[in-house]
């Protein structure tokens, strides 16, 4: 894990930078969808989680769900195309969990059709981390502030 403007950035994940979601493929294939530190923190406290429901078919760019908090109410867009076949409990019984740990706190889980053009859009590893930190330091987010 790489932090910038103390903001946590793991190296391990997929990242949509611009639109502030993160994918973690799965060894069934399936595809885990959520929000980042940096979307948490801008955010602020979240007070509502509504997931999409299992079963939706979604195209990439499409709303995977909402997160409501205090102050914002918005999308989490989906980087992929697929179907939804999860949805984690947890933070629709407490919605702070995704201030709390947005990486270990996904949103949804979707079947992806189109894994193979659609990844390739997104980044990992020290490109994802220098695209963060670039995004971060033009918009001015730190996320210990």
């Keep these: 894990m790489t932090t910038v403007n103390n903001c946590n950035i793991p190296d391990d994940l997929l990242y949509q930078v611009e639109k502030h979601v ?5 060894a069934d294939g399936t595809a885990r969808i959520g ?5 948490q923190k801008l ?3 979240i007070i509502v989680v ?3 429901k299992v079963g939706r078919t979604i195209t990439r760019g499409q709303s995977a769900g909402t997160v409501e908090s205090s102050k914002w109410v918005g999308p989490v867009p989906s980087p992929l195309s697929g179907e939804i076949v999860a949805v984690n409990q947890v933070p629709l019984d407490k919605p702070t969990a995704l201030n709390a ?3 270990g706190n996904w949103i949804v889980k979707l079947a992806p059709t189109n894994w ?3 990844a390739k859009d997104l980044v990992t590893g ?8 670039a995004l971060l330091q ?4 730190d996320c210990g502030t």
């Design 50 to 52: 509504t997931p999409k």
């Design 43 to 45: 955010a602020g406290k």
């Design 22 to 26: 993160w994918v973690k493929r799965d």
């Design 126 to 133: 020290e490109q994802g981390v220098e695209a963060y930190r």
């Design 101 to 103: 740990d947005p990486y």
């Design 116 to 118: 193979d053009e659609e």
């Design 138 to 141: 033009a918009e001015g987010i």
């Design 35 to 39: 929000m980042t530190d940096p979307a």
